[in-house]
């Protein structure tokens, strides 16, 4: 059992910078891959990255590359997402998830789902 907490969250303007973190219990965090999702108002829940459990495999949504950047520390059970050059259309609770499979990531179906952190960004 994987048990996963987001922060960093928060209301900023657009341009703005946040990091968001995500930190895991459990003594198996090193064996999972890690990833983040988001999910705006009436919309469904999209992929925005993925790191594969050592850290050396990242991958990005298309229209999140350049902007956002994915990493981990095993030591600290943490994942992060900084996010850069933020806009309007970023807002959306963003959601932390861990896999045994680096693709079950990205097709949104994890082993674990965090509760989520809502970011706010205004024009």
């Known amino acids: 059992q994987v048990q996963l907490v987001e922060s960093g969250g928060g209301l900023v303007q657009a341009g703005a910078s946040l990091r968001l973190s995500c930190a895991a219990s459990g003594r198996t965090f090193s064996t999972y891959h890690m990833g983040w999702f988001r999910q705006a108002p009436g919309k469904e829940r999209v992929f925005v990255a993925a790191?594969?459990?050592?850290?050396?495999?990242?991958d990005y949504a298309d229209s999140m590359k350049g902007r956002f950047t994915i990493s981990r520390d095993n030591a600290r059970n943490t994942v992060y997402l900084q996010m850069n050059s933020l806009k309007p259309e970023d807002t959306a609770v963003y959601y932390c998830a861990a896999s045994k499979q680096f693709q079950h990531l990205k097709s949104a179906a994890p082993d674990y789902w965090g509760q989520g952190t809502q970011v706010t960004v205004t024009s």
């Open positions: 790191i594969s459990w050592n850290g050396v495999t990242t």
